[in-house]
T-cell receptor
Framework: AQSVTQPDIHITVSEGASLELRCNYSYGATPYLFWYVQSPGQGLQLLLKYFSGDTLVQGIKGFEAEFKRSQSSFNLRKPSVHWSDAAEYFCAVGPAQTGANNLFFGTGTRLTVIP | GAVVSQHPSRVICKSGTSVKIECRSLDFQATTMFWYRQFPKQSLMLMATSNEGSKATYEQGVEKDKFLINHASLTLSTLTVTSAHPEDSSFYIC??????????FGSGTRLTVV
């Protein structure tokens, strides 16, 4: 069965510090992997996605993520966090195939940025 | 890029009444839409998958008679919460599949049942 684990419920970092949000997945085949960000009371905005090819994926807002098949991980990173990055971050996995298939989400990591 | 417009963003209704939430794909045709429910500080839980012109597929534990989903056109899917109760208060988000590998989300609807 598919599952997505985000081990960190809440992370606090100082503005300007680096950030890494962890994501591990369990999937029967090679998945599509996504990171989304959600501000309070808002929908989800796609940060980046991985389907194949280069395992280091660049996204919007200076975020990147690295797919590590051996570790079943897709961790999100940013070298220098801005106060506006404070939000909820969700890792998601989807099927690497055509068809009407939904995404499975992790439980999310809430990021707090302190001055 | 693909945009999904979800309306209303917030709604307060009385217990026992029904509420309709709309999701429209503005610049593409959405053959498939997904409806999620999100409890405070929790993840998104898939409620149902709707396909244009056919009946929705509900996840286990979701009451199809309570959460009516209609996907009558390629640009509109609706979720109606019937006979709403306070425990139905939640954040509801729709998502449309765009092509083989894209998912676009609406901005969500905060439902409060009083």
């Amino acid at each position: 069965a598919q599952s997505v684990t985000q081990p960190d419920i809440h992370i606090t970092v100082s503005e300007g510090a680096s950030l890494e949000l962890r994501c591990n997945y369990s999937y029967g085949a090679t998945p599509y992997l996504f990171w989304y960000v959600q501000s309070p009371g808002q929908g989800l905005q796609l940060l980046l996605k991985y389907f194949s090819g280069d395992t280091l994926v660049q996204g919007i807002k200076g975020f990147e993520a690295e797919f590590k098949r051996s570790q079943s991980s897709f961790n999100l990173r940013k070298p220098s966090v801005h106060w506006s990055d404070a939000a909820e971050y969700f890792c998601a996995v989807g099927p690497a195939q055509t068809g009407a298939n939904n995404l499975f989400f992790g439980t999310g990591t809430r990021l707090t940025v302190i001055p | 890029g693909a945009v999904v417009s979800q309306h209303p963003s917030r709604v307060i209704c009385k217990s026992g009444t029904s509420v309709k939430i709309e999701c429209r794909s503005l610049d593409f045709q959405a053959t498939t839409m997904f409806w999620y429910r999100q409890f405070p500080k929790q993840s998104l839980m898939l409620m149902a998958t709707s396909n244009e012109g056919s009946k929705a597929t509900y996840e286990q534990g979701v009451e199809k008679d309570k959460f009516l989903i209609n996907h009558a056109s390629l640009t509109l899917s609706t979720l109606t919460v019937t006979s709403a109760h306070p425990e139905d208060s939640s954040f509801y988000i729709c998502s449309a599949k765009t092509g083989l590998d894209g998912y676009t989300f609406g901005s969500g609807t905060r439902l409060t049942v009083v």
